[in-house]
């Protein structure tokens, strides 16, 4: 059912103990025409990362998935995805996480894997129709539950109240979102991967060099040995110094 969470954003949450996964269900509510709806669980049966990859999501996890039907052109979207990293990050510094973000959306604590970030969406050429946002966090979840090079809130700081996150994760978020030019700033500021040496797997190839920037809407700059390099997509790796 619907949940009230005391949140001072039009959002409104709908719960479930367990769903095969909240993107899925947000999808849904997207098309039948919902904005500001975000479908929360506490278990995911059937989670997706991006690519068609799996996603661990035992019950205990902030599994939350946001639907929104921005003005926005579809090229700036990528932006939509920034400031979930950086709400996720912002609300678990908050708790005591040292976490920063890796290029483009992953939160990370020492090089090991907190938050993931899968965003879909539909719409023409000019307009977004909807954007389906799903965040993945592994908050009170036991470190032996999630796969090799991830981490929980547990095992960093112990449990949490998970609603709080939730609802700082969220407010943050619609701040972000209202005033999209905050975005980059406040993503530089929680970054790890800028200043890093990166590998960055890419459609086009591998790229690998230092990390220098992150440009509108969320390109990644590199400069390589032969060069700036403009990385718009990719999995990126942060590499020892
Ligand atoms: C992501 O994909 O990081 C996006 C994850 C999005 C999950 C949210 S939860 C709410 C909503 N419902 C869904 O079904 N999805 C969204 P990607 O960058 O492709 O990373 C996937 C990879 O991360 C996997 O191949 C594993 O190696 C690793 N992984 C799987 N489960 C993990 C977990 N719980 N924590 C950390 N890493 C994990």
């Not at 700081?157 to 700033?185: H, W």
């Not at 990644?220 to 060069?227: E, F, P, R, Y």
């Amino acid at each position: 059912g619907s949940v009230e969470y005391g949140l001072s954003v039009p959002v409104e949450i709908e719960y479930h103990d367990s769903i095969p996964n909240t993107n899925d269900r947000a999808r849904e509510l997207a098309v039948s025409g919902a904005d500001g709806v975000a479908v929360l669980a506490d278990e995911q049966t059937g989670a997706r990362g991006r690519l068609g990859r799996e996603w661990t999501s035992p019950s205990g996890g902030i599994w939350l998935s946001l639907v929104r039907r921005p003005d926005l052109p579809p090229a700036r979207a990528p932006i939509y995805t920034l400031a979930a990293a950086v709400a996720a990050a912002e609300a678990l510094r908050g708790v005591g996480v040292d976490a920063e973000i890796k290029w483009p959306n992953d939160v990370l604590v020492d090089g090991e894997k907190l938050v993931g970030v899968l965003t879909e969406m539909e719409g023409e050429a000019d307009r977004v129709e909807w954007v389906v946002v799903g965040i993945g966090i592994n908050a009170n979840v036991d470190g032996a539950v999630v796969p090799a090079g991830a981490t929980t809130v547990r095992e960093r700081v112990g449990d949490v109240d998970r609603a709080a996150l939730t609802r700082a994760l969220l407010e943050r978020f619609e701040e972000l979102t209202a005033a999209p030019e905050d975005v980059l700033p406040a993503w530089r500021e929680a970054a790890g991967t800028l200043g890093r040496r990166v590998r960055v797997e890419t459609p086009g190839g591998e790229v690998v060099g230092e990390a220098v920037d992150v440009e509108f809407p969320g390109t990644l700059l590199v400069a390589t040995d032969d060069g700036e390099r403009r990385v718009s997509a990719g999995d990126c790796e942060h590499l020892r110094p």
